[in-house]
């Protein structure tokens, strides 16, 4: 399932190994390219990565729960690949918060994007 600036919840079941996996793409609908950028995904305080991001990286001294995307430009009134986080929240969850947060040197830093994955307590999902 993808996330876009415009989704702020979405439902998705875990699968049997207690993952919940999805996507989201960084979209600049400004009309000037964002340049040298940074993008920071945080996951709830009961979840854990099930595996680290393509591409991201956790910088040490920063939070457990946050990984790191760079980017050198993201042309305006584009997007930029999708990327995919697969976490792992705590059994007793049956709502989490992922908070995405962005900057780049010629663009205002906007308040984090709340994103709610609301998790379908039906049987663990066998195929994606």
Not at 89 to 117: H, S
Request: glycine share 6%.
């Amino acid at each position: 399932m993808t996330f876009n600036n415009d989704t702020q919840e979405i439902t998705l079941r875990r699968k049997l190994d207690g993952s919940i996996s999805f996507d989201f793409v960084m979209i600049n609908k400004g009309d000037v390219t964002a340049k040298n950028g940074g993008l920071t995904v945080r996951i709830c305080d009961l979840c854990k990565y099930f595996a680290e991001p393509a591409e991201f990286r956790h910088i040490a001294g920063s939070g457990d729960k946050d990984r790191q995307f760079h980017f050198d430009h993201l042309l305006a009134r584009a997007s930029a690949e999708k990327h995919t986080i697969a976490v792992v929240p705590d059994t007793i969850l049956n709502r989490f918060e992922v908070d995405i947060m962005y900057a780049c040197d010629n663009c205002i830093a906007g308040d984090k994007q709340v994103l709610w994955v609301n998790v379908d307590q039906g049987s663990p999902q066998v195929f994606q």
